[in-house]
């Protein structure tokens, strides 16, 4: 929470706890040691800024009916000196409490001594962070799962930088095993097509048939000719690996960074196998003995770790695709010594995190350090119907294709407004609209609306000032009231973002500072009342464009000053 906020309750808490003191002086309470004293915020705000239950908490220790408790708490209870003016009992026991209008006067002023970094706190405590998202197979484009996880891990790892961790951003290329020898095929039937015809090459029935594998075994025959027909099946599907990937993992680089998606680190699968990583945690596991052998291969003792048993290196001598994933997960851990890893990944990947935290922990890694956000699958609507054809070419709709069709804007906050595990409908209708019904342009609207206001006001010779503590108390009406209390929260939803993994709270918290902003300057008049008033209502209105700044570019949103 903001620290204004975290002022305002710790003091609200020894208040209380202050009133039952005083209560087992006065003899309305009996000696007892006292329970804890836990705020939480209503679930409607009506009821008060903060509620307690100490009441309830305490009935068993004071051997007290909740409801005598509360009354005597209230009693004695001395709010001066807190930002609070109110203390009401409702229900069985629980005790509400109201701010008084000096702290909604302090929270502006907060809002506008931080400026840009409003919001932010340290709460993750400089602990090092790293995420890894997308991490697609360079094998071919990007498909919408990769749109929706390029923008999650990236906000993610904005509202985790916001709470104070140290975060690292990481793609992890896929540039080695199965996936990379099936490529390999597929390229070397595509070159070898291009001299021998296509009816004398038999393609891999199993190959990849994109339009890309063409075009790179095209531009790798312009450059070398037929000079590899000739030569071993090796030596040219490795030319050509060797020539295609990095081809395609700029093109990754490149789409992603349209989508403004940008890394700390790109680190190669390759890497693990060449520097002996892959062969160290096969034996780091034999050493433990987490291991055993069957059927003339390696099997992981999975079932004493809380998985299942699984191979871990075929008879042939070949590690699973997995190993190398416990190597990638070791080396953060361990070797780079990362806090936390957090990846995100398909929802189809639940059965593989037991197994990889089972490894970890046979390894001596405390597997809580790592922590998987698993997305469901992104469905393509548009008037109404399953869409998974471009409406342009006509071909499957990639992560480029996405973004010819939809504003990047649109794509990342409304991809963005969706909880991980909740499956997407992405309208792309109404990711183009450019109206009230489109999330992202009515947050953008708020904000261009009170530029706009703000210019006005500046031709007609008024500009925004300081003001005094007296003049933000005029600030009372419910709907000043209700604006200022959202963006006092605007700390604490961050927070609860970075520890849930759920960056959707922003955009959400968003759209509700967008209507909250619009029911007060429909309700309150800026210019034409008093002047004290006129500037505490335009100082307002700096403060709510401060947080929607803030909220908007957490996320690479665009900020419009006008529309």
Not at 31 to 50: F, K, T, V
Not at 88 to 96: H, Q
Not at 476 to 500: C, G, W
């Amino acid at each position: 929470m903001s620290q204004l906020v975290a002022t305002a309750t710790q003091a609200l808490k020894e208040a209380i706890c202050a009133a039952l003191n005083t209560a087992m002086e006065q003899g309305s309470l009996p000696r007892a040691e006292l329970p804890p004293c836990m705020l939480e915020i209503p679930a409607d705000r009506s009821h008060g800024d903060w509620s307690c239950n100490i009441a309830m908490a305490g009935a068993r220790v004071f051997r007290t009916a909740p409801l005598k408790i509360a009354q005597a708490v209230k009693a004695a209870l001395d709010l001066s000196g807190t930002y609070f003016k109110t203390c009401e009992i409702a229900g069985p026991g629980f005790l509400n409490f109201t701010y008084d209008n000096r702290f909604y006067g302090e929270v502006l002023q907060e809002i506008h001594r931080t400026g840009e970094q409003y919001g932010h706190s340290n709460f993750g405590q400089g602990k090092r962070v790293l995420v890894e998202y997308v991490s697609a197979n360079p094998t071919g484009p990007m498909h919408i799962g990769n749109a929706r996880g390029g923008v999650l891990g990236d906000a993610l790892s904005a509202v985790l930088d916001a709470a104070g961790y140290q975060v690292e951003r990481e793609f992890y290329v896929n540039d080695a095993g199965n996936q990379v020898n099936k490529y390999g095929l597929s390229l070397e039937a595509r070159y070898l097509q291009i001299f021998q015809g296509e009816d004398a090459v038999e393609f891999p029935e199993d190959g990849y048939r994109g339009p890309d594998v063409i075009e790179n075994a095209r531009s790798f025959a312009e450059k070398y000719g037929d000079s590899y027909v000739k030569a071993s099946s090796e030596e040219r599907r490795a030319a050509l690996v060797s020539y295609a990937l990095p081809l395609n993992i700029q093109g990754l680089h490149d789409d992603l960074m349209r989508y403004r998606v940008e890394y700390d680190n790109w680190f190669k699968e390759s890497t693990l196998h060449e520097n002996g990583s892959v062969d160290r945690v096969v034996a780091l596991l034999k050493e433990k003995g987490a291991t055993y052998e069957k059927d003339g291969a390696l099997w992981f003792k999975g079932g004493e770790y809380g998985s299942e048993d699984f191979v871990v290196v075929r008879s042939n001598g070949v590690p699973t695709y997995v190993v190398p994933d416990i190597a990638y997960h070791y080396n953060k851990l361990v070797t780079r010594n990362f806090d936390m890893a957090i990846d995100v990944l398909g929802a189809d990947h639940h059965g593989y995190v037991p197994r990889l935290k089972a490894a970890l922990t046979a390894l001596g890694v405390d597997a809580s350090r790592l922590n998987v956000v698993l997305m469901q699958m992104v469905r393509l609507v548009r008037d109404g119907e399953i869409v998974k054809a471009s409406k342009r070419s006509g071909k499957a709709i990639t992560l480029v294709t996405l973004l010819d069709e939809v504003p990047v804007d649109a794509a990342r906050f409304l991809f963005n407004s969706y909880e991980p595990n909740t499956r997407i409908d992405f309208d792309l209708d109404l990711a183009i609209q450019q109206d009230a019904q489109n999330p992202v342009y009515y947050v953008q609207y708020a904000h261009a609306r009170i530029c706009s206001i703000l210019k006005n006001l500046k031709a007609d010779g008024i500009e925004p000032r300081e003001c005094t503590p007296e003049e933000l108390k005029l600030l009372s009406t419910p709907e000043e009231v209700e604006l200022i209390r959202h963006l006092s929260s605007y700390t604490d939803e961050l927070i609860s973002a970075a520890k849930s993994f759920d960056p959707a709270r922003i955009p959400k918290y968003a759209v509700s500072l967008a209507t909250l902003f619009h029911k007060f300057y429909n309700a309150c008049r800026v210019k034409g009342v008093d002047e004290p008033l006129q500037a505490a209502r335009l100082y307002l209105c700096l403060a709510a464009r401060t947080v929607i700044c803030n909220a908007l570019s957490l996320f690479k949103v665009n900020v419009p000053d006008s529309m």
